[in-house]
């Protein structure tokens, strides 16, 4: 490159002319040129990292969402996966002695041991097996006079200086009130397929469980032979009266 002034050779880094002294107008402009490069260059480079920190700033949560559903959605399959297999092993268990507990059913009931039977019917997941639901109407009493027996008879028999204070006996009205209306009210929850749960069988044992629920209620709740015999048609509030008056004069 020739020197305009002097013609003398000069580089395009020498600013000045070594010959003349003048300035390098190439030069000049060459350095003119490399800053604006510089500046679009770090511009350009400033945008692509913004626009890649703003996508991997969307991207990341979304990636986690993303995962957590997958894994969300493959613990419900597992789960659901886990409770079949847990179900048919179940079923075949209780299947291979289904004999067995039918005996032991027919037992609870002739003798009338509704809170064993209770009992017996949970323990074993006999809610598993089809053979059994001709029992849903007795098993559901039975649970309720289990619940009624724990709360009145097993009370007194092993605390027999057990009371219910303020805060308790408002929680255990409402509970038994709930259980004995269960009991004596059952067909109401069944008028669907009475045929079905109330079998000549269900029904005895229906009278017997009744029968023992009320002698437990006069004996552990205060209430007289006439209330008790009125149990069927009384209002949830008159029995929580009864209840409320028995349980307090323990």
Not at 3 to 10: D, F, S
Not at 36 to 53: G, L
Not at 67 to 96: D, M, P, R, T
Request: some cysteine.
């Amino acid at each position: 490159m020739k020197c305009p002034h002097c013609g003398a050779q000069v580089g395009l880094e020498d600013k000045y002319c070594p010959f003349c002294g003048l300035p390098n107008e190439f030069a000049q402009k060459h350095q003119e040129d490399m800053d604006r490069y510089q500046q679009e260059f770090q511009q350009t480079q400033s945008d692509v990292y913004q626009k890649t920190r703003r996508f991997t700033g969307l991207t990341v949560p979304l990636t986690v969402v993303f995962v957590l559903i997958i894994l969300n959605i493959g613990a419900y399959i597992f789960v659901s996966k886990s409770w079949e297999i847990g179900s048919s092993l179940q079923k075949q268990e209780i299947h291979s002695h289904l004999t067995e507990h039918q005996e032991n059913i027919d037992t609870y009931i002739q003798n009338g041991e509704f809170c064993g039977l209770s009992s017996y019917y949970s323990q074993n997941s006999l809610y598993y097996e089809d053979e059994f639901d001709k029992y849903n109407a007795l098993i559901r009493a039975s649970d309720s006079y289990r619940d009624i027996y724990r709360i009145l008879v097993d009370t007194s028999s092993y605390y027999p200086n057990y009371y219910f204070d303020d805060d308790e006996i408002s929680h255990t009205i409402t509970t038994l009130a709930r259980d004995i209306h269960d009991i004596f009210n059952l067909e109401e929850n069944y008028s669907y397929n009475k045929e079905e749960y109330f079998t000549d069988e269900t029904n005895a044992a229906l009278v017997d469980l009744r029968t023992q629920t009320k002698a437990v209620l006069v004996a552990y709740a205060g209430l007289t032979s006439e209330e008790a015999d009125a149990l069927p048609d009384l209002s949830t509030t008159k029995l929580k009266e009864y209840l409320e008056r028995g349980l307090e004069n323990r």
